[in-house]
């Protein structure tokens, strides 16, 4: 149950997130915007990791395959592509379709097993119910 509110907590927060950077952007530039959002999400993961565990930052060499590491240049695309995305849709219509992309890539990665995932078996209620949301999303975007 936990794990399903930190979900919820965590897709609120993202939406909140792209119309705060959507608006910063405005105000400045996309990379100057996205820099600052880097910049800031890093002093706050600095400051939690000296408020908790601490553990030193050579565990990292540790990390197999090398590619794993390039989850925050992986995020400042995301950034970039949120802020665009919001600007050019709308938060609701960015969140959707950033919501079924994320969906679609997400159960790919599963059902082939890629990434170190465990792999699980192709289930046609899950392609069935994501299909049910690609129909809500063009019905949302309908006019």
């Not at 997130?17 to 952007?25: D, E, I, L, P, S």
């Not at 925050?72 to 970039?80: E, H, K, S």
Request: aromatic share 12%.
């Amino acid at each position: 149950m936990i794990g399903f509110l930190i979900a919820l907590v965590s897709g609120a927060l993202m939406s909140v997130q792209g119309v705060f950077n959507t608006q910063v952007t405005k105000a400045s530039s996309i990379w100057v915007a996205s820099a600052f959002v880097q910049i800031s999400a890093f002093a706050v993961c600095i400051g939690a990791w000296l408020l908790t565990d601490r553990t030193s930052f050579a565990t990292l060499t540790k990390v197999e395959p090398k590619y794993m590491l390039l989850g925050g240049a992986i995020g400042a695309f995301i950034t970039y592509t949120v802020i665009k995305s919001m600007d050019m849709l709308g938060p609701a219509r960015a969140v959707m379709l950033i919501v079924i992309s994320q969906l679609i890539v997400a159960y790919v990665i599963e059902i082939f097993g890629m990434f170190g995932v465990e792999k699980q078996p192709l289930e046609w209620r899950k392609i069935f119910g994501m299909l049910i949301a690609i129909i809500g999303i063009v019905i949302f975007k309908w006019k």
